[in-house]
């Protein structure tokens, strides 16, 4: 059984992601932060269709923690899959908050690179040795790094998901000699719980952002979710240093 790692699966499209994936029959281990709670609900989900699951605790935040982070990564796979490698790399934990330019702090543009660039790439780094030959690598960036989702208010945010594009690219060339795929996506607005649960917070807003949709309607996790798994499932074998956007046609 293939096994595959995705960050920030315990809501929005790493849940969905995550349950894709496994629906492939994949093994999955996925990372959550803050809750927990629902990391065992991705976990029941995937095993009440037959799949296999375990969660684990992650701040990608906090590179330190990685060497530890692999360890229990190499412990799951032994004891549940009884093997030393994994084949796919998900890197989707993030988080969102507006800022316009002139009132982003050096703290909160230091927290934006930190989780959003510094954690995948130094995550992807780390667990490189346990990864196999021929595996698959997606990295979730986002259309706001994109001409296409450019809005005031996320300078700081887009810049760091347009450094970890580019770090796509450089991945799937150093890496192709081993087999490895890498690409990323780019989700438009998606319902999801980013910045505190904004969607559920402000309702009035999802509206507009449908009107400038041109299929109609704002994202949902399983749009994006089942991007993911198609790419690093064998549909996606002959795709790499991509960068997709799936956005429904946002400002088009």
């Known amino acids: 059984m293939r096994v595959a790692i995705v960050t920030g699966a315990s809501s929005g499209i790493g849940q969905s992601a995550a349950i894709q994936i496994a ?38 935040g906090r590179s330190e923690s990685f060497p530890a982070f692999r360890d229990a990564v190499g412990a799951a796979l032994r004891e549940t899959w009884q093997r ?34 510094k954690g995948p790439f130094f995550l992807t780094q780390t667990l490189l040795p346990l990864l196999t030959n021929g595996g698959a690598i997606v990295n979730v960036t986002s259309n706001a790094a994109l001409h296409s989702g450019l809005e005031p208010g996320y300078s ?10 580019v770090l796509t690219r450089y991945l799937a060339k150093e890496l192709s000699p081993r087999g490895v795929r890498v690409n990323s996506i780019a989700p438009g607005a998606t ?6 649960d ?17 299929l109609g309607r704002v994202g949902e996790p399983d749009d994006i979710g089942m991007v993911i798994a198609s790419l690093v499932s064998e549909e996606g074998q002959w795709i790499t240093a991509q960068d997709i956007e799936v956005s429904g046609g946002l400002n088009l």
Do not use: C
């Open 198 to 214: 904004a969607f559920e917070r402000f309702p009035e807003v999802i509206p507009a952002l449908a009107a400038k949709t041109a």
């Open 156 to 165: 700081a945010y887009a810049s760091m998901k347009g450094g970890l594009t």
């Open 23 to 60: 629906g492939r029959g994949v093994g999955v281990i996925l990372t959550y932060g803050r809750n927990p709670a629902g990391a065992h609900d991705t976990v029941a989900s995937i095993e009440k269709e037959g799949g296999t699951a375990v969660a684990l605790p992650l701040d990608v």
């Open 191 to 196: 319902r999801t719980r980013l910045a505190d």
């Open 84 to 117: 030393d490698t994994f084949d796919i790399l998900v890197n989707n934990a993030g988080f969102g908050q507006m800022a316009l330019f002139e009132d982003t702090t050096e703290e909160l543009f230091d927290r934006f690179m930190r989780v959003l660039l």
